[in-house]
Structures are given as C-alpha cells and as structure tokens.
C-alpha cells in the first residue's frame, strides 16, 4: 500500500492527523485565493484563519454526529432539522464575526458593511455557499468511505461464513476416511492378514498428511497426488492380483503441483470410494482406472472402476461423496464441472475445475 493509499484508507491515528490537516490546509488555501481576485490576499488569510476553527466545529459535527448517529440510520427529518440548525447556527456566528470582529479589524469596509447590513435570512443564504462548499464534499467522501467498508466488511464475514462452511465439511470427512480405513483394517485383520502391519505403516503417513494438512483450507495439489498414491499401494497390498489399477498423472509443470492449490482430499475422497464402492463390491476381474491432467487451467480428474451390474448409482450417494459436491460449490461456484454415471458394469467419475 502506498503512502497515499495509507494517508487515504489507514485509519492510524497519525495518517488521520495528516488526513485532516491536509484538507483544513487546502480549505484555507481555496478560501484564501478569492483575495487575489479583489486584491485583499492579506485580508482574505487573517479573515478565513479567524473563523476556521468554526469550519472545524460545525464539519465535525456533521462527520461524527449528525452523519453517523442520525443519517445513516435512515432518520432523515432529524437529520434535515439538525443540518438547517446547524446551518442557521453557522450563519448567526459568522454575522457576528462580519458586525463586530472583522470592522475592528480591518475598519468599515465596503463589503463588511454589506454583509453586516443584510436581512438574517438573506445571511443564510448568502454564509451557505462557504458551509456546502467545505462541507459537501467531506460527507460525500466520508459516505463513500463508510459504504465501501461496510462492503468490505460484509465480504470479510461472508469469506468468514465460507470458511467456517468448509471447515464443517472437511470436519465431516475426516471420520468418514477413517471409518472406512478402520472398516478394511477389521477385515485383514480377521483373515489374519500378514500384510496388515505393512498396510498400517502406509496408513500413517496417509494419518499424518490428514493430521498435519487436513485442518487447512488449501493444500497443493502435489501433496493430494502423494497422499492418492500411497493409498493405492495400501490398497494394492491389500488386494493382491485381484484388482488391476491403472495410476496416471499428466502435469505438465512439476512446479505447477505445489502452485495448484485444492481442498484437502477433494480427489481423494473419488479415489476411496471407487475402491470402496467398485473394487470390494466387483465379483471378479475388478480394475479403477485413475487419471489427473492438467491442462490450459483446467484440473481434469477421471475415474473409472468395474461394478456389479446389479449395482445401484443410489448406493453412491453417501457421505463422501455428497459432501465433496457441497465442498465443489463452496470452493469453485460455476467454475466446475461434475458427472456420475453407471453404464452396465462400470461406474464413471468426471470432475473439471478451472483453477
């Protein structure tokens, strides 16, 4: 942020100091510069120098009272009753001013003697166009800013929102892998499996990436790739030679995988249930196809895995996979394509994100 940036938005007590003093020095420059018109520079400074601090009082009053406290509450007969007040009160001071200080000052003059004779109500009119010159401009900037940090503001609680949204969603998925995990880790170990210490040394670094990453919002996508891999080797250790997986990741980049960044087991949670749903529910012969490419901005994921032709797509729709879609609409609002469709023996799986 720039130091005018700063000057302009910081609300620090020294960028305000500047802030304001900034503006009272233009304000008195502006009004001072109508005395090379007439010839009465030095007239024109000690005059508007003289009556500033009233400038001060009645624009304050107007920033920080009748603004904030009335008007943008929507209260706008109090606030017009308060601001033609304020005006009236303005005009009755500065008639003071040009009767009684500024002739001691400066002698009768031609035009102290104008203003001091004219109607109080014509004062009015004639002392506004000083009060909506200095005073317009300031609550217009001052609406301007206080709307754009109530936007910023409601933005900040809706990514909030958003936040607290995912983290319930990725809450959810935690225990769901982990039932699942515990589901297969019982079965091997009624069989009696001598694969199944094998299997838990490949299952805690799938724990420690869950553990270490899985509470943030974004991972890399290089690390979802890793944590795909070793599950499919517990998962080939598990299934022996029967199930046939084919395993292909197409990055163009190898750096483009630790700049990608993804909701955590956003592909994995595909991968689990096509093992899960495919592989242990295929009577023989069962094979996944998996692939990741990446290509023109867009993260394809295709999954494919043998089924019984008896099985149903309604068995599909569980935890996992109903709260990944929900995750999708969070994480990537029309920017993502999804499909899940059985064809006789097979089950397809197609996710497309524009990252």
């Known amino acids: ?25 233009i304000v008195l420059i502006y009004f001072t510069s109508y005395g090379l018109y007439y010839n009465i520079l030095r007239h024109q400074f000690i005059a508007f120098t003289l009556y500033l601090p009233l400038y001060i009082v009645v624009t304050y009053t ?19 009753v308060l601001f033609i007040g304020l005006l009236t009160l303005y005009t009755f001071v500065m008639r003071i001013y040009y009767r009684n200080i500024f002739p001691s000052i400066f002698g009768e003059s031609e035009f102290g003697t104008i203003r001091g004779s004219l109607p109080f109500m014509l004062s009015v009119i004639v002392e506004s166009d000083k009060f909506i010159i200095v005073n317009f401009p300031v609550l217009f900037i001052k609406a301007i800013k206080y709307w754009y940090l109530v936007e910023i503001n409601n933005k900040e609680l809706e990514r909030k929102n958003m936040e607290n949204k995912m983290a319930m969603l990725n809450a959810q998925l935690h225990p769901h892998f982990l039932f699942n995990t515990l589901n297969n ?12 210490p094998e299997i838990i040394m490949k299952l805690s670094e799938v724990m420690r990436y869950i553990i270490d990453d899985y509470s943030e919002l974004n991972v890399e996508l290089g690390k979802e790739i ?4 070793s599950y499919i080797e517990i998962e080939k250790l598990r299934y022996d030679d029967d199930l046939k997986i084919t395993y ?6 190898e750096e483009n995988s630790k700049k990608i960044l993804i909701p955590p087991l956003l592909i994995f949670t595909f991968v689990e249930n096509a093992f899960k ?8 012969n069962a094979w996944i196809n ?32 109903v709260n990944v879609q929900k995750r999708l609409e969070l994480y990537y609002p029309n920017r993502h394509r999804y499909s899940a469709n059985k064809l006789h023996n097979r089950f397809k799986v197609f996710l497309e994100i524009k990252i």
């Open 1 to 25: 942020m720039t130091l005018l940036q700063r000057i302009i938005w910081e609300n620090k007590l020294k960028y305000r100091l500047i802030r304001h003093l900034l503006f009272w020095i």
């Open 62 to 80: 107007l920033l920080y009272f009748i603004l904030p406290k009335v008007l943008l509450k929507k209260q706008y007969f109090l606030s017009l």
């Open 185 to 196: 880790l019982y079965t091997l170990a009624l069989d009696d499996s001598k694969k199944t």
């Open 226 to 229: 890793e944590i795909i891999a």
């Open 248 to 253: 292909t990741i197409d990055i163009p980049d």
């Open 277 to 284: 749903h495919g592989a242990s529910k295929s009577l023989d």
């Open 290 to 321: 998996i692939e990741v490419v990446m290509k023109d901005a867009f993260l394809k994921i295709f999954i494919e895995n043998s089924v019984d032709e008896d099985y149903k797509i309604k068995n599909r729709k569980g935890l996992g996979l």
